[in-house]
């Protein structure tokens, strides 16, 4: 699963997205793992945060956010996996 981006980490998200790259890619290239991106999910259509679905420490999702990752999540699960 893709690292989130969140408010806390918002200085680090360059880089987040990066690593997201690399784990896709060594994911592709191994039979055995998927790669989930969630990204797109948590975040606005210009690409911002969504900040309403953290909890107050910018950090963590709160429901709403935990919701959004489940609907991108259990469908891969329980169709492709």
Same mark, same amino acid.
């Given at each position: 699963?893709?690292? $989130?981006?969140t ?10 997205? @990066?690593?997201?790259? %690399? ?5 592709d290239a ?6 989930i991106?969630?990204t797109? $999910?948590l975040l ?6 969504k900040?309403?679905?953290? @909890?107050g420490?910018n %950090?963590?999702?709160?429901?709403k956010g935990?919701?959004?990752w ?5 469908p ?6």
């Amino acid at each position: 699963v893709s690292v $989130a981006p969140t408010p806390a980490r918002e200085k680090t998200w360059e880089q987040a997205q @990066k690593c997201n790259g %690399l784990i896709k890619e060594y994911c592709d290239a191994e039979s055995y793992l998927h790669f989930i991106d969630c990204t797109d $999910a948590l975040l606005n259509g210009d690409k911002s945060l969504k900040r309403e679905i953290y @909890k107050g420490d910018n %950090l963590h999702f709160n429901e709403k956010g935990y919701e959004i990752w489940k609907s991108v999540i259990a469908p891969i699960l329980t169709s492709e996996l």
